[in-house]
Nanobody, 123 residues
Framework: QVQLVESGGGLVQAGGSLRLSCVAS????????MGWFRQAPGKESEFVAT????????YYADSVKGRFTISRDNAKNTVYLQMNSLKPEDTAVYYC????????????????WGQGTQVTVSS
């Protein structure tokens, strides 16, 4: 079992930045690829970014490429999402998720999910 707790969301103006954090319980964090997903009101969940177990590989949705950066610190059992140049369309609840071994871009591929953190970008 892995428990995930996100933090760092909030209200920011367009063009601003936020850094989300997700802390995982357990001693096997490095066994999991990690992902960030988001869900805006009235929309389906959307893949944002994923990172491999040791951080050597990262993948991003086209909508955030060049603006968001996913990273991890296995010593701290934490994955981050640095979000720059935020746009109103980035407004959503952001979720981190864990999947054993390999990265994935589909939400159905992930086994564990956090409760989410709200990000609101005002225009």
């Amino acid at each position: 079992q892995v428990q995930l707790v996100e933090s760092g969301g909030g209200l920011v103006q367009a063009g601003g930045s936020l850094r989300l954090s997700c802390v995982a319980s357990g001693r096997t964090f490095s066994s999991y690829a990690m992902g960030w997903f988001r869900q805006a009101p009235g929309k389906e969940s959307e893949f944002v970014a994923t990172i491999s177990r040791r951080g050597g590989s990262t993948y991003y949705a086209d909508s955030v490429k060049g603006r968001f950066t996913i990273s991890r610190d296995n010593a701290k059992n934490t994955v981050y999402l640095q979000m720059n140049s935020l746009k109103p369309e980035d407004t959503a609840v952001y979720y981190c998720a864990a999947r054993q071994w390999v990265v994935g871009t589909g939400g159905y591929e992930y086994d564990y999910w956090g409760q989410g953190t709200q990000v609101t970008v005002s225009s």
